[in-house]
């Protein structure tokens, strides 16, 4: 199986030049000017972008969550996530407390080998650090790959742990190479306040929002970048919101410490006012929830800086019968909203097309830098000689509207109904393979491969 791209405008985090790539058994084989190479397939991107496939490495398909489960599975999630120009996921697997970790990494594959369309990766989430969970950080970096550890600092009684835990879970993962990363919202003070709301009888989506003001980010963001500090652990902080975690952050670098951060598309793009809508607001009940438009500057600053080096999703849709569980006690509303297909093309529009980052940028933060910051560059995350071929052609001209009626995730309603995006995804091809074309998947389920990542590197 070989293709040619012929004359597409090549952006990389770093480049940005006319050429023709040949692709051969999934990988770049050569980048050059006027390719002869008899291919299989030859593709036409003149007057396109083409640059290398998303990588987004905060999904949480077919999740265990709030007593119901997110709605698109791993077919249905790398499907919708493909045909927006996004190639590879990292989804979360999610220790069940007082259980080990590799028994709830055997239960996510149960749901998701075989059954992914893209590449795909985990996360654990250590939500019980303890001696036994101790013992297998090491054979899950080495033996697995998987060398990303998620802690919660919210949603306590399930998923959270103490400060304890934290520092003993920091001190292992930095002793067998791997990086903590964060939910960093103070679990206690947003319980204090969702019970307050509750007394006094304020049950809409609006309290969801008011139950988790910036300062309980802000705070914990602090303490979580202290802590790696303390403990000298590799540290990412994702899903960030607001402008006082960005100076947590910003403060932590003054003493020449690195923290990660990652934001999310919603972040960027839409803020607190949608819940002002009575329960409507529910399809934007995530946490931490929407902020201000200070907050939106600030993030946008924050990429430009380079202290915000990743935009992702947080994609965990439901419908809109399971958002409805909260219709009479937001703390009972499933948290998350669908995004894996729109990211890159929303981050286009508005990100690109707006003159609030570069062609270049917008690489950095969609892809390369996911790639390796979780180890996985240069075989992800580039367009060079010896990388997989996960490439998408775009047209920035292409105009088109989101809706419900014509997304592809699993989902009856769209967080961004109506908008019109600018820039479109005609080619996305994964492993050296057309996955879609013209908006039309052309790869089944078990296409997708599961990714083996390196230890932490000291990379961006
Ligand atoms: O609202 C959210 N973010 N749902 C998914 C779980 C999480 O906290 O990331
Ligand atoms: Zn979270
Ligand atoms: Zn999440």
Same mark, same amino acid.
């Given at each position: 199986m070989s293709i040619l791209i012929k004359n597409g405008r090549v952006i990389t985090a770093s480049e940005d030049y006319v050429a023709d790539i040949y692709i051969e058994n999934e990988k770049v084989h050569t980048i050059g000017t006027n390719l002869s190479m008899a291919a299989d397939t030859v593709i036409d991107a003149q007057n396109k972008l083409v640059f290398p496939g998303g990588i987004d490495p905060h999904v949480h398909l077919d999740m265990p969550f709030m007593g119901t489960s997110s709605s698109d599975n791993y077919e249905t999630g790398t499907r919708a996530a493909l045909v927006g120009g996004?190639?590879?996921? *990292?989804?979360?697997?999610?220790?069940?407390?007082?259980? #080990?970790?590799?028994?709830?990494? !055997?239960?996510?594959?149960?749901? #998701?080998?075989? !059954? %992914?369309? =893209?590449?795909? #990766?985990?996360? +654990?989430?250590? %939500?019980?650090? $303890?001696?036994?969970?101790?013992?297998? +950080?090491?054979?899950? +970096?080495?033996?697995?790959? *998987?060398?990303?550890?998620?802690?919660?600092?919210?949603?306590?009684?399930?998923?959270?742990?103490?400060?304890?835990?934290?520092?003993?879970?920091? $001190?292992?993962?930095?002793k067998q190479g791997g990086m903590v990363t964060v939910h960093a919202t103070n679990g206690d003070m947003i319980d204090f306040l969702v019970a307050k709301h509750k007394s006094e009888g304020k049950l809409s989506p609006l309290y969801h929002y008011l139950s988790q003001p910036e300062i309980t980010e802000s705070e914990a963001s602090g303490r979580f970048a202290d802590m790696a500090y303390h403990t000298g652990v590799a540290a990412y902080i994702v899903h960030m919101t607001c402008e006082g975690a960005l100076n947590q952050i910003r403060d932590a670098a003054k003493r020449n410490q690195k923290v990660y951060a990652e934001t999310c598309i919603q972040y960027l793009v839409i803020d607190a006012s949608l819940y002002d809508k009575g329960f409507e607001s529910a399809k934007w009940v995530m946490s931490p929830p929407l902020r201000e438009k200070k907050d939106q500057e600030s993030l946008w600053a924050g990429i430009n800086q380079g202290s915000v080096q990743v935009v992702a999703t947080d994609h965990c849709p439901f419908m809109w019968e399971q958002k409805k569980m909260g219709e009479n006690d937001f703390s009972k509303i499933p948290n998350g909203h669908p995004a894996i297909e729109h990211r890159m093309e929303l981050l286009f529009s508005e990100g690109v097309n707006k003159g609030r980052i570069s062609l270049n940028k917008f690489v950095e933060v969609s892809s390369t830098n996911a790639a390796k910051i979780f180890g996985?560059? &240069?075989?992800?995350?580039?367009?060079?000689?010896?990388?997989?071929?996960? *490439?998408? /052609?775009?047209? &920035? !001209?292409?105009?088109? %509207? /989101?809706?419900?009626?014509?997304?592809?995730? !699993?989902?009856?309603? #769209?967080?961004?109904?109506?908008?019109?995006? $600018?820039?479109?995804?005609?080619?996305?091809?994964?492993? =050296?393979?057309?996955?879609?074309?013209n908006s039309k998947v052309q790869v089944q389920k078990g296409y997708g491969r599961f990714i083996k990542r390196s230890k932490v590197k000291d990379v961006i």
């Amino acid at each position: 199986m070989s293709i040619l791209i012929k004359n597409g405008r090549v952006i990389t985090a770093s480049e940005d030049y006319v050429a023709d790539i040949y692709i051969e058994n999934e990988k770049v084989h050569t980048i050059g000017t006027n390719l002869s190479m008899a291919a299989d397939t030859v593709i036409d991107a003149q007057n396109k972008l083409v640059f290398p496939g998303g990588i987004d490495p905060h999904v949480h398909l077919d999740m265990p969550f709030m007593g119901t489960s997110s709605s698109d599975n791993y077919e249905t999630g790398t499907r919708a996530a493909l045909v927006g120009g996004t190639t590879m996921v *990292i989804d979360f697997v999610l220790q069940t407390q007082g259980k #080990s970790l590799y028994s709830a990494l !055997n239960e996510w594959r149960g749901r #998701s080998d075989g !059954n %992914t369309l =893209g590449d795909y #990766s985990f996360h +654990i989430a250590v %939500t019980d650090f $303890n001696e036994d969970t101790k013992a297998e +950080i090491k054979d899950l +970096i080495e033996k697995e790959g *998987i060398t990303s550890f998620k802690t919660f600092m919210a949603y306590k009684g399930a998923l959270m742990i103490d400060d304890r835990q934290m520092v003993g879970l920091m $001190n292992e993962v930095k002793k067998q190479g791997g990086m903590v990363t964060v939910h960093a919202t103070n679990g206690d003070m947003i319980d204090f306040l969702v019970a307050k709301h509750k007394s006094e009888g304020k049950l809409s989506p609006l309290y969801h929002y008011l139950s988790q003001p910036e300062i309980t980010e802000s705070e914990a963001s602090g303490r979580f970048a202290d802590m790696a500090y303390h403990t000298g652990v590799a540290a990412y902080i994702v899903h960030m919101t607001c402008e006082g975690a960005l100076n947590q952050i910003r403060d932590a670098a003054k003493r020449n410490q690195k923290v990660y951060a990652e934001t999310c598309i919603q972040y960027l793009v839409i803020d607190a006012s949608l819940y002002d809508k009575g329960f409507e607001s529910a399809k934007w009940v995530m946490s931490p929830p929407l902020r201000e438009k200070k907050d939106q500057e600030s993030l946008w600053a924050g990429i430009n800086q380079g202290s915000v080096q990743v935009v992702a999703t947080d994609h965990c849709p439901f419908m809109w019968e399971q958002k409805k569980m909260g219709e009479n006690d937001f703390s009972k509303i499933p948290n998350g909203h669908p995004a894996i297909e729109h990211r890159m093309e929303l981050l286009f529009s508005e990100g690109v097309n707006k003159g609030r980052i570069s062609l270049n940028k917008f690489v950095e933060v969609s892809s390369t830098n996911a790639a390796k910051i979780f180890g996985m560059f &240069p075989q992800k995350g580039c367009i060079a000689v010896g990388s997989d071929a996960d *490439i998408v /052609i775009f047209d &920035p !001209n292409e105009k088109h %509207t /989101i809706s419900a009626k014509t997304h592809s995730m !699993n989902v009856d309603y #769209s967080a961004y109904e109506g908008w019109e995006i $600018n820039g479109k995804c005609k080619t996305v091809i994964l492993r =050296g393979k057309v996955a879609v074309d013209n908006s039309k998947v052309q790869v089944q389920k078990g296409y997708g491969r599961f990714i083996k990542r390196s230890k932490v590197k000291d990379v961006i």
